[in-house]
Every structure is written in C-alpha cells, then in structure tokens.
C-alpha cells in the first residue's frame, strides 16, 4: 500500500511516501529548485520519492493533501465580512489569488500529478484531503514513541485553527479542543518578527536567537495591551493593534506608536531594544506554552507530549517545556513546519481513514529524519571530473581520522554524506562542521562562510552517550530541537567588566570551553548523533574525540543565508567553492580549497538568493 503526501501552495512545499505505514521518503521542494521556502507544487520532490520507492504514481494507492482549501476559504471570507470596509486592498489581492488557482485547488493538482504521471486524471489515484491541524497531529503522533500522548499543535493558522491539543491512542487522533483565528501565538510571534525587521515565516528563529542579547522589558507592555493570558495558556490577542487579518503588513500604526517607532527596517543596524523587544516576546510565548502543555498534562492524563507546528521549531520554549513541564517525555516533529504536512496526511489515511495498526519504534519512526536523496561515489566522482576537481578517495577508517585531524587544526568542512535531511534542521549529512574549542569559529562561519548576522548562534553534535557531561539534558535530542545549559564546569566566568556589557558586545567574550557553541546565556541548541541513525557522522565525532578529548563538532546547515540547503554533490561543491570553507568531503571523498582549479570571483551570485 503506498500513500503520497504532499504540502503546497502556502509555503515550505513538500512530498512524503509512506509504503504499508513505514515513512520511505520525504523531502522539500526549495531543495530541488534552489528557492527558499518554495511554495510551488512539489513535482520534484514527488518525483525523488517515487524513484526512492520505485515505482510509478500509477502505483500510488492513495495521495493526500495535507489541508482543507475550502475551509480555508470560508475562513478568509468570514474573516473580511467581520472587518469590514477595513482591509479592501488586501481583499482583492487574495481572492485574485484565490478564484485564478485555489479555490480550484482539487483540479489544479490534478493537472499537475496528471502531467507528472503522463496520464488522464481520471487515471490518477484517489485524491484525499485532510484537515491541516490534522496533520501536524498525525506528524507528531503517529512516528513518536509512544503509545498515547498528549499532542499539541502551535502554528500561525491552519483553516482556523491555530493552536489544538489531540489525544494520541494507538492509531487514533482525537481532537480535544482548539483556539482559532485571529487569535494565533505563531501570528503573534512573526508580528514581532515583522516589526524587528526580519522576515516572516523565515525569520523567527532570528528573533529567538536575537533574544539572549536583550532584558525583557517590554513584557508588561505586551500583555497590558496585546494579549489577555488565562491561567490554563488560552489566549486573546486584541486586534486593534495587529493587521494580518485584513492587511498587507504585520502590524499597524497603533503598534508602532505603542513601541515608541515604527518597524526596524531590513538590514538596518540592530540596536538594544530590539535585543529587549525580541528577550520580551521570547518570554511571553515560552509562558504561553508552558501553561498550555500543563492544562493538557492536566486534561489527558499521559506523561507524554508530541508537539507539531511552526511555534514547536521554537527550541528555547521546548528545552523550558521539558525543564520545568510536567510532562516526563517530550516528542517533537522534527519538520514541525508545513512540510511536515505532507508526512502526517499520508499518516492519517494510513491509521485513520484506512484504520491500520501502529507499531511503536520505541527510538521513533522518523529514522533520524535521514529520508531525503543520497548520492553514490560514483556520481560524487563523475561532476567532479566534469569540473575539473582536485579530490582523493579515502577509505573510511582514514577518512574520519584524517577530518578529525583536519577540524582539529581550525578548519571549517562541509561535510556531505548519505540521505539529506527532511525538515529545517542539518543533522550532520548536509552540514558545515568546527571545532566548538576555537574561540573565533562563531564569527568565522557566520560572516566568511554563512554571510549572515554576527549574532547567530551555532549548534553542538555531541555524541549521545556523552551529552551529560557538555550539557544539563539527559534526554536524547536528535532532531536539534531542544535548547540546554552548557554544564557549569565548563563555564568561563565573566570579569565584572565583562558583566556591565550589553547586546552585541557580549558577543566576543569566550562563554565556555566550547565557546563556539554556547550563546550568551550559557545556552546550546543540542543534537545527539546515535550511531543506529548516523554511523558516519558519530564515527567522525567519536575520531575527534579520540585526537581532542572533545565528543562535539559545531553543526550548521551546508548553505549561505537565503540558500535552501544543499541537496546535491554540485549544490555542495559550487557552495563550497563560492565561501571560505578549507575543505569539502562527499561521501569518501576528500576536496581541499587550495587544491582547487581557480573559480570565477563573480560576486553577483549572492544575488540569486533573496536574504531570509
């Protein structure tokens, strides 16, 4: 039985094959078209899973669409007859989009799966629709470990819901209750991401990152003014201040004058209260999912939680759910986001409307989210010749001692193995790697490498079994999702000096020993390497380890900012070629910059990527 998923139209198009239950494939469709976030039908990422399955979507039994667009029509509707006359411009702009495609949206994607099968619609198979809160509840649910959880999904807005809590049993979702529209904690969060000048639905993390520069002034502001938080974490935003309902923008003048300025513009300076402002909202929405989880905890009964949704990528909200929540276990989505759609509708018609059996994994299902394409050596090798590349092939146990060797020596690597990664995170297949030791490795890879903001923190691989003794977690964190202290042992102290510090200047001084990867609070980002999901990756760590004495690499996706990140041997090598990065390893294969034939300095390739 094979199911196809798919997620489009929106943002963050994706595809997903699950074959008698068993997640086969899934990947994003930015990463085959090189656009960020790409929204279009995903006849790529279609076409990687039907050749990772081999087979033809004649062979497809079931395709599923992860959200209702007429629901989602009639909420629009509803929304622009509730303000009225406000917001007539944004009116016409989105029912132009509407009645030309999605209202149609049943026979547009028919057209477009009949094109890619080369066949009549009347021969495609079934074509299903489930509810979007639906399949973020599938996603988080159905490949977790457990038996029966609580699960909760936090987005911006799915047809009307924003925020839902589900009961997981077996292979069942039961919804509990949800808050709709325009009532939003995702929408809430990308309006202070939108004001803070960075750029919704991308630029959120900036503004979680951004939050350990700032003091949370703002906060009694926001909730006099913005949001009315009950004790069981439901919520009401007040209107008057917010424009997504029925504008353009984000926010509206009464928020600008609330805040004292209108909002910071892209790639300006940032300045202390914007570090404030983005350290107050941080706060606020950490307290709102901390209530919820506990009114669930509460409801259901269960000791465990499955989170779905743009709001479950937000990693310091997590690391304090599982700190100081009630809940034993915590389970999140690794692509919480839309993609991850795609893998919880073909999910949900599997256990749902075809009311199948589950099986628990007692690690999970997602299969260390390994569940994009891999590239052989033999390809590796033939774009290398065709471009003329310096490379040498070495055999494995070489291989990772040689990198260690390499890294160890204050090198920067991008590191190229197996499948690629389905969801936002790099996970060590398609990554740049460092010494976390090397004090100037954060600023090296951010402005030489990365070409982004100075202020944005890297991520630790740490090796699994070893994770107690860098950070204060004792729960595996595979998916990059979870935030926790760096242990106090190995922390630097501050001078009083550096103490009276503020915002950016924080920046420079050394936190731990491993400053490359602790923030300004002492905070990291953590992902376990486990051998069962990531032999390759956990070998390399375990031959540094060996060299150094340290059991942790720093780990950022392999890409520059506003590049998806890479998907193949050329994506790799031309990423490589265009940045400062010391070396490249693909699979076996060994490349040095030094050693390469000379590239074009043509710096108007920073223009094919719009910055996020």
């Known amino acids: 039985m094979n199911i196809l998923g798919i997620s489009a139209y929106y943002h963050d198009s994706a595809a997903a094959l699950v074959q008698s239950g068993k997640i ?39 395709i599923v669409f ?25 009116f016409v702009t989105a029912m132009t989009a509407w009645l030309q495609e999605k209202l149609y949206l049943k026979t547009v994607l028919k057209k477009e ?38 699960i909760l999904c936090l987005d911006a807005v799915g047809e009307w819901a924003t925020t839902s809590l589900w009961l997981g049993e077996h292979n069942n979702i039961i919804p509990q209750w949800e808050i709709d529209f325009p009532h939003s904690l995702g929408l809430l969060y990308s309006a202070f991401t939108y004001y803070t000048g960075f750029k919704v639905n991308s630029g959120e993390y900036k503004l979680m990152g951004l939050a350990p520069y ?34 353009l923008t984000m926010t509206n003048r009464k928020f600008a004058q609330l805040f004292g300025q209108p909002p910071r513009k892209p790639e300006s300076e940032i300045t202390q209260r914007e570090m404030n402002i983005a350290a107050s909202i941080q ?15 509460k409801e259901l009964g269960t000791d465990n939680l499955c989170l779905a949704g743009g709001v479950a990528l937000n990693c310091v909200s997590n690391g304090r759910l599982l700190r100081e929540g009630n809940f034993k276990n915590v389970w999140i989505q690794p692509a919480a986001g839309d993609a991850g759609g795609a893998i919880g509708a073909a999910l ?3 256990h749902q409307y075809l009311e199948k059996p589950r099986s628990v994994n007692h690690n999970d299902a997602m299969q260390g989210a390994y569940l994009g394409p891999k590239f052989s050596n033999e390809e590796a090798q033939q774009y290398f010749d065709d471009v003329r590349a310096n490379y040498v092939y070495l055999e494995n146990n070489i291989l990772f001692k040689k990198v260690a060797k390499i890294l160890a020596e204050g090198n920067v690597v991008g590191w190229f193995q197996e499948r690629m990664e389905f969801g936002p995170r790099a996970l060590g297949n398609r990554s740049i790697i460092g010494d976390p030791r090397n004090e100037k490795m954060q600023s090296v890879m951010n402005l030489k490498i990365k070409y982004r903001e100075s202020f944005r923190p890297f991520a630790p691989s740490v090796l699994a079994e070893k ?63 486990h051998p069962e999901t990531n032999p390759r990756y956990y070998q390399l760590i375990k031959q540094f380890e060996a060299l150094t004495g340290c059991g ?61």
């Not at 992860?66 to 944004?90: C, M, N, Q």
């Not at 003091?215 to 997504?244: A, H, Q, S, V, W």
């Open 283 to 297: 706060k606020i929405t950490e307290e709102i999912v901390l209530k919820l989880a506990n009114t669930a905890y």
């Open 467 to 529: 994770v107690e003794q860098y950070f204060e977690l004792d729960k595996p964190s595979p998916y990059m999702l979870l935030v926790a202290e760096v242990k106090k042992d190995l922390h630097i102290p501050m001078t009083d000096k550096q103490k009276q510090l503020f915002g950016i200047e924080k920046l420079h001084i050394p936190r731990s020993k491993i400053p490359a990867v602790t923030h300004v609070d002492y905070s990291a980002r953590v992902q376990t390497v």
């Open 24 to 62: 086969v494939a899934a990947s994003q469709e930015e990463r085959f078209t090189r656009k960020k976030h790409d929204a279009r039908f995903p006849k790529n990422a279609i076409s990687y899973a039907l050749t990772e399955a081999n087979i033809s979507l004649r062979n497809v039994d079931y």
């Open 348 to 350: 949900a018609i599997w």
């Open 113 to 150: 799966l009949a094109k890619l099968a080369n066949c009549k619609t009347s021969q495609l198979p079934p074509l299903l629709f489930t509810e979007h809160h639906q399949s973020h509840a599938a996603s988080a649910f159905f490949p977790s470990p457990f038996e029966t959880a609580a």
């Open 66 to 90: 992860y959200e209702k667009p007429l629901i989602t029509f009639e909420r629009l509707l509803e929304t622009y007859i509730t303000y009225a006359p406000k917001g007539f411009r944004s």
């Open 552 to 612: 942790v690499l720093v780990n950022t996706s392999f890409n520059v900012r506003g590049e998806p990140i890479v998907c193949t041997p050329e994506d790799a090598y031309r990423c490589f070629m265009r940045t400062e990065m010391d070396y490249l390893v693909i699979n076996n294969y060994l490349l040095a910059k030094s050693k390469q034939p000379q590239w074009r300095k043509d710096e108007a390739w920073k223009e094919e990527f719009e910055l996020d």
């Open 214 to 247: 700032g003091e949370p002034k703002y906060t009694n502001l926001i909730l006099e003014n913005l949001i009315d938080i009950k004790e069981d974490g439901t919520f009401r935003l007040n209107m008057d201040y917010f424009n997504y309902a029925t504008g």
